[in-house]
């Protein structure tokens, strides 16, 4: 089945300690379609400006991606740009130009209304709630937010975390949103909040999901240890992708899938990681993807 | 087959989230001794003060430990005062008697020398070599170190280090030795030290091995997601008890039997954070650690 994305798409001037571009293609929604695409069909929803080109277009458009969503508006699209250290865990914004982004209030086209699955990115969650709304027949709902929007909007994320039902965030805002030190306690903390499985993203130590439902045990997924971490940008976009896209893949979301899919979603994200911008999705193939989730396998399994 | 520890019997006063103890049984060699008494025979060489009483001997003694290595000095024993505050992962140490322990010169006692297994626990790398040298015929030699060694005994220690098959450290730990921020790094550069193995222990998030032979991936242990870790001091030496221990039972080490042995650390671990001090130990049952192995198998495996 389908999954549609709403979130940014966006250009990016990032450095690291690998090298440095000045404005690549970027933003949640892109990296997220991108991984996603290997498994499902996926549609987007987002906003670009006069800068967003035919060939920007094509970078989705190649990997099977419905932009027919994109809205285009006068002006500039997205522009951030940031610089990592010698932690790659965290990135130091330099600068975040929001243009034509400020006035996003994403409207789903008719045709896109009865798809399935449905992954609000990281955006103001008024807007991810507005979106909800008009999907008010989705399936499945991931989501994603960040400290910004726990902290200024804790109201409007609470509304939006009720529709809900998988959220996918690292371990600093897990702790935030939960408002504990220990992980475990923060998540049940927010698995009162609206989602019945929280996904806690652990960078380069992998992801834990937990659940709300009594007496399910907990489920780590590792990340592959990489030498040259090239550019972080956009390594969790690509998870929830990845996490998201094999769901929608499969018939019904049990025990055994949900786990398959935090192993997609580290494979996904160890991928993203290794060239600038979204460049390593542009030639990748389904089996370089299988091939990782082996390895993934081996790097974890016993016997 | 048998296993040797040299390292610190102390004690220890810890203030947590979770409460305080003024003074309780502790130290590196005490830690990994408990644990490693519940997969085969082990035996401890270190130093304590009159304060030392039969008592506590008898916390090792009732798990079948050898403690007749355990030389008795004029004076206090080592003593450590430390505190954590929300993050477990790293203590403040509020005070470090070394007492007894300054004047530490392990001489291995005759009927030890032929011990098979041996477990340099973290001391002056000085010390290390010299214990390794009295035991030149262990088929497996263990160690540990810690960030004050690297930075002042750097020769030394590498010295240590050549006669070192697995070195157990953390992650701090490993980019200061390895001199890299990435671990992956790290470690390679670890790996032409001396060890064939090095396993980098991440606290809450698990341990990685790394493998000096060509072509071998890397191995990810989870950790439990634990609600309250009432008190960390000791989880790492006890994941290299259950480590060493769990080999030591092994009629081979292959790469099977790492890959359990990393399991077992981490089950060791976090049986010991439960409790204060090494009360955890004192009631556990080889049933109750057979038990949270296969929930470490289910909280990480497919199928």
């Known amino acids: 089945m389908a999954v549609l994305v709403v979130g940014s798409v966006a250009f990016d001037g990032i450095q690291t300690p690998s090298g440095k571009v000045e404005s690549v293609l970027g933003g949640a929604a ?34 099977g991606i419905d ?8 002006g500039k699209s997205f522009f951030w740009v940031g610089e990592y250290g010698d932690n790659l865990n965290e990135a130091k914004t330099l600068r975040t130009d929001l243009n034509v982004f400020e006035k996003f209030n994403p409207q789903i086209p008719k045709d896109f209304l009865k798809t399935e699955y449905l ?27 960040m400290n910004y929007w726990i902290n200024s909007k804790p109201k409007e994320l609470a509304e939006t975390l009720k529709g809900v039902d998988i959220l996918l965030i690292n371990d600093t805002e897990a702790r935030m949103l939960g408002g504990k030190s220990s992980l475990p306690r923060a998540a049940q903390k927010i698995l009162t909040m609206g989602p019945r499985v929280l996904v806690i993203k652990h960078g380069e130590y992998g992801a834990t999901a937990f659940f709300r439902e009594a007496g399910l045990h907990p489920f780590r997924a590792p990340a592959l240890p990489i030498e040259e971490v090239v550019d972080p940008t956009g390594a969790g976009d690509s998870f929830a992708g990845g996490f998201m896209g094999y769901i929608a893949s499969q018939p019904e979301l049990n025990r055994e899938v949900l786990k398959r899919a935090m192993f997609y979603g580290g494979v996904m994200g160890s991928f993203a990681v290794e060239r600038f911008g979204t460049q390593r999705f542009h030639d990748l193939s389904r089996a370089e993807i299988d091939a990782r989730f082996q390895l993934f396998r081996e790097l974890s399994h016993l016997d």
């Open 30 to 63: 892109t990296y997220f379609s991108l991984a996603a695409s290997f498994f499902t069909d996926v549609r987007v929803v987002a906003v670009v400006g006069d800068d967003f080109t035919a060939e920007d277009e094509a970078v989705m458009g190649r990997r």
């Open 67 to 74: 932009t027919s969503g994109i809205e285009r508006a006068k």
């Open 119 to 145: 992954f609000l990115a990281n955006i103001d969650p008024v807007l991810q709630s507005s979106v909800r709304r008009q999907m008010k027949d989705a399936q499945l709902v991931g989501g994603d937010t």
